[in-house]
């Protein structure tokens, strides 16, 4: 488990003016790689430096400032291993680390990647790619997916329309192994069912996505949930499609 206390290292003075204030943008924090077992800092974005200025229907944000889309994953220096924060010190069997070694070696000698607070989209794909490999391997389908389609959210950034459409079927495919397989709260039980609809919807499936956000209006139909507001509102436009 990572000691959330244990939250060390320099402040990395880049800042902003505010008012006359100054506001810090980026720290670092430790974490300990379970697959190599080297120590290392990561940088993050202090979260009241994050100013969001829009959102796609699937909710991908723009950003006004710092991307911080960019530093949501954690990236082992020395390996490559990546994973969201909250779980990257995660268990993971003998078996699962000999399967990521091999992932990770491999990628190593393909990707070169800029892991500093100067780091660009084409270094967001990256880190996501990996991260969305490394949830594959351990089956979590919930994070692959998760992964999967902030992978998209980037190359929609980079206009790149066809490696888009890839992640977000990548994306489509583990919520919808998340949602038959893996004991999901009423809360991720939303998020999962209106991107189910969503994907469907921004992949052209209209029928599937009527269903799917069918599902979510009528399995929560009193829930206060943006994913529920979201899905009626979306399920109006996919019905009205031609």
Not at 47 to 52: H, L
Not at 53 to 72: E, H, I, W
Not at 122 to 143: P, Q
Request: glycine share 4%.
């Amino acid at each position: 488990m990572q000691n959330k206390v244990g939250i060390i290292g320099d402040i990395i003075h880049t800042v902003l003016s505010c008012g006359g204030a100054v506001l810090q943008t980026f720290w670092e924090q430790e974490f300990k790689c379970p697959i190599c077992g080297k120590a290392f800092h990561s940088v993050r974005v202090f979260s009241n430096a994050i100013r969001i200025k829009d959102r796609d229907s699937d909710l991908k944000p723009t950003y006004d400032g710092v991307n911080a889309l960019l530093f949501q994953p954690v990236t082992c220096p020395e390996c490559l291993y990546t994973a969201f924060e909250n779980d990257f010190e995660m268990s993971l069997s003998q078996k699962q680390r000999e399967m990521i070694t091999k992932l990770c070696e491999k990628l190593k000698t393909m990707l070169s990647i800029n892991l500093s607070k100067d780091r660009g989209l084409k270094d967001g794909a990256s880190l996501f790619t990996i991260a969305a490999a490394v949830y594959v391997v351990v089956e979590k389908h919930l994070r692959a997916a998760e992964a999967y389609l902030k992978l998209a959210w980037i190359f929609r950034e980079l206009n790149d329309p066809g490696e888009e459409s890839k992640a977000l079927t990548g994306a489509l495919k583990h919520f919808t192994e998340s949602y038959t397989k893996e004991e999901l709260s009423d809360e991720q039980q939303i998020m999962v069912l209106f991107y189910l609809g969503e994907l469907n919807a921004r992949l052209s499936n209209k029928k599937e996505a009527v269903k799917w956000f069918s599902t979510l209006i009528e399995k929560f139909p009193n829930s206060s949930s943006i994913y529920v507001k979201l899905a009626r509102k979306e399920w109006q436009e996919v019905t009205m499609r031609k």
